[in-house]
């Protein structure tokens, strides 16, 4: 699994929570069809906005992040985006009490305490 990190550098104070959260679902019309994306959770504060993304493979995230996406995303927010892609191994779930290595379920290892 990939985890993207997107950050968009804003100025000014933290954009209005009322404002983002319709913005970031009108934009869920654009990202529910991009190809292995699992997850993506909407981001703001007093430093700007962005996204963290979850896609099954660096191969849908590189098609995604392609050599345009860039230019994309600075033709709609005025700044250009930075972009980190992480490996991701491990996720720990503690909503669902679950723990899974490259995808697939493994033993807590705080089950195994004494």
Known sequence: MIIALVQIPLDGPKRDHDFVAQQSLDATRIFHKVKGLRRKYFLNSEAGGGGIYEFATREDAAAWFNEGWADWMEGRFGVRPTLTLFENPVVL????????????????PWLDET
């Open 93 to 108: 779930d503690n909503e669902a009490g679950e723990v899974r290595v490259d995808g697939a379920p493994v033993a807590p």
